[in-house]
């Protein structure tokens, strides 16, 4: 995938729950590769937390509903069969099924570790799929050369893919360094720029049709959640409580207390700093829209 595999020591010593962690950056392409590369597979920390309240539901069905409205536009169609990629967001399939489109889900498990990187993508049939979609589980992939292949020889002749996928080069990734939300080492085996995806885009039989460089939807919690990291609270302090249906015990509510009277601080903060990434067109996490070349090396 990184043509001088060059790897020199960025991150070292990550501590979460399932281990400790580094990353390591190429020093060509800036290309970040997570060692030990992770052994889980990971459902896509975007996956639906099941203890959501009923404002962060509308809110999250809202951004569903643009990024449906956003795809169709790229598609240039209002139904058709879309491939999902991890099945990160129950949210926004059941928004594309509500208007008709014929969705197939691809487990994130199969694509990750130990499983063989395209398992599940190599047999579906050929020139099958008007769009395909991963919403940041890319770099959960171990091959993602292979992955974007055989995605790119399902999809139909023009046909679209769509990547939501954190930028190891944002201003918060630089900002809050190995404390940053989306580094998220226990699943990510790579962590991409800009630059270095569109040359495996471009390796793989796809061409880039537009960049978004700032996601209202994810930049903005990113960097609260990355601001708790760097200041010292127990790791995805705000992101676990919602994630995880299981302990409510004492630990939790100890964490709610530390949230409530932190937030008039952070919040500020996590506004400018994405105020400033929303005008650099630098956000924590970029969304990609590219079609499948006509012919593959042309
Ligand atoms: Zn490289």
Known sequence: MCETGSFK???EKIFIEAGVFGVEFCGNCGL????PLPEEAGEGSGADP?????????????????????????????????????????????AMEDRGW????????????????HAGLDILP????????????????????????ECARALKP?????????????????????????????????????ANLRLLLA???????????????YGPFGLLQSIYNVGGFRRNILYNPLSSASGRGIGFYVDIVQILTTLPLTIPIAVI???????????????IYARKRARPGT
């Open 9 to 11: 020591p960025g991150y």
């Open 32 to 35: 970040g590769r997570t060692v």
């Open 50 to 94: 099941a203890g959501l309240s009923l404002a962060a539901r509308l809110l999250r069905r809202c951004f569903a509903g643009a990024g449906r409205r956003r795809i169709e536009r790229f598609v240039n169609k209002d139904k058709g069969g879309i491939l999902d990629i991890g099945r990160a967001r129950e949210d926004f399939l059941s």
């Open 102 to 117: 014929t969705v197939h889900g691809l487990d994130a498990d199969s694509l990750a570790a130990g499983s063989g990187a």
């Open 126 to 149: 050929e020139a099958s799929f008007d769009a395909a979609v991963f919403w940041r589980v890319f770099g959960h992939i171990q091959d993602p050369a292979t992955a974007l292949r």
């Open 158 to 194: 023009g046909g679209a893919l769509v990547m939501a996928v954190p930028n190891v080069k944002s201003l918060q990734a630089r900002i809050t360094g190995k404390a940053w939300f989306y580094l998220d080492p226990r699943f990510n085996a790579y962590h991409y720029t800009e």
């Open 203 to 217: 390796k793989s039989g796809f061409e880039v049709a537009e960049v978004r460089r700032f996601s209202a939807e």
């Open 273 to 287: 700093l994405a105020v400033v990434e929303a005008w650099q067109g630098n956000g924590g996490v970029m969304e």
